[in-house]
């Protein structure tokens, strides 16, 4: 397909890796912040591709992963309530809560239903007005901009048995959590191409300038996370912490403003919890009053202590970049995709699956 | 999950741009996707699509920039290597 093959040259490729040996002097520790950049890379190898000074570690940037586990209880809850349509995307049911996945609420009698956009699960209350239809709205700054669409048509046509249970989150207070932790080792970051599409990337000039962390804006072919990460050891072996873009063919530095417009008309920013990782503070979206009639959680009433992670799987730490995959000791043991302790084995953007898929031989 | 894929713009429907829609071609498969956020969009364009939203047109001249960059770091380690005794 044009605008994807050519990014996978293996020719280009070969020579982004000798530009690579050729100014990398010392080692640095980079960190990619999007699960769709962690896919590419281990499912291309580019980490062996590089310099062995240069070490990749894996960020918090898989919504599915971070959805924290007192909400899929509550997605789990909300599914069970007769009479419900619980749509979601795929990704979301075989994440483990506490007392099973919506796979399993499914398989009990609930009418749970795969979309593929916001749009499909209004379409679906549209056409069931006898039926309670919730949205469970999982993802960052790219996707809500398609949840806030949903909710403003909904709010248009008068569309009353549609609601949203809402774990949108925030990429740079993300970042921000990272970089002050005391355990931190990321010095540059490529950051999420698509998210930036959505939002631009001047929020990330102060975090640049603040901590002193080259941040690239990157897209996710093997390309583009090479030229990522030369831009950014670039920046680093020349003592620079700027932002800088590497997706411009997809991202403006002023973002998509229709879209930025919709998430501020129907979204107000939050605090939020993290799942593996704790409360960020700002790093959420929950909706606006005057669309609180849309909010599943106020609908359907349902509260939720806050509960316990299985002790067994570091998740938080992978999230972090703290720790790989096959530094757990569940790590294909007693965790697996057909059996997952955490939501990083799940989704295909996870850490955890990713090495699970393709980099099993040889652990 | 944040996933956006190219395709080409065959045919544009509505007027109102959060309403507007096209079908959009992935190399041989065509999906039916939202303008809403793309009101600049026009047949023939390229588009980066979201679920089934296009969030960003495709820039065709930026789209040769991991190319061009890859020439001027040569270009560069020549002239460094040049300077060399």
Known sequence: ?363 | MCLAVPGKIVSIEGADDLLRSAKVDFGGVAKEISLAYVPEARVGDYVLVHVGFAISLVDEAEAKEVFEYLRRMDALAEMEGSEVP
């Open chain 1, 1 to 363: 397909m044009k605008f994807m093959n050519e990014y996978r040259d293996a020719a280009a490729a070969g020579k982004y890796a000798q530009a690579l040996r050729r100014i990398t002097t010392r080692a640095w520790t980079l960190m990619e912040i999007c699960g769709g950049q962690t896919h590419a890379i281990v499912k291309f190898g580019l980490d062996e591709f590089l310099p062995e000074q240069i070490t990749l570690v894996h960020g918090p940037g898989c919504p599915v992963c971070v959805t924290p586990i007192e909400l899929i209880e509550k997605a789990l809850a909300t599914a069970a309530v007769p009479g419900v349509v619980f749509c979601s995307f795929g990704d979301m049911l075989r994440v483990p809560g506490q007392s099973g996945d919506l796979l399993s609420v499914k398989a009990g009698g609930a009418d749970i239903r795969i979309v593929y956009s916001p749009l499909d699960a209004l379409k679906i209350a549209r056409e069931h007005p006898d039926r309670q239809v919730v949205f469970f709205a999982v993802g960052f700054e790219t996707t809500a901009p398609m949840t806030a669409l949903a909710v403003h048509q909904a709010a248009r046509e008068g569309i009353r048995n549609f609601s949203l249970l809402v774990a949108h989150v925030l990429v740079p207070p993300a970042m921000e959590a990272i970089l002050s932790a005391p355990e931190n080792r990321v010095q540059a970051f490529l950051a999420a191409g698509h998210v930036c599409t959505v939002m631009g990337y001047h929020e990330y000039e102060p975090i640049a300038r603040k901590y002193r962390v080259p941040i690239v804006i990157t897209g996710f072919e093997p390309l583009d996370i090479l030229q990522g990460i030369t831009m950014a050891v670039r920046q680093l072996e020349e003592g620079r912490a700027e932002v800088e873009n590497q997706y411009s063919r997809a991202v403006r530095r002023e973002g998509n403003a229709p879209a930025q417009k919709l998430i501020r008309e129907i979204f107000q920013v939050v605090p939020r919890k993290w799942r593996g990782v704790g409360e960020i503070a700002q790093s959420g979206l929950g909706l606006r009053d005057p669309y609180k009639d849309y909010d599943a959680e106020l609908r359907f009433g349902i509260v939720q202590q806050s509960l316990e992670e299985s002790p067994d799987c570091i998740s938080g730490l992978i999230l972090q970049g703290v720790k790989k995959p096959f530094e757990c000791p569940a790590f294909t043991g007693a965790c697996t995709p057909e059996h997952p302790l955490g939501a990083t084995m799940v989704s295909s953007e996870g850490a955890c699956a990713a090495y699970y898929r393709y980099r099993r031989v040889g652990i």
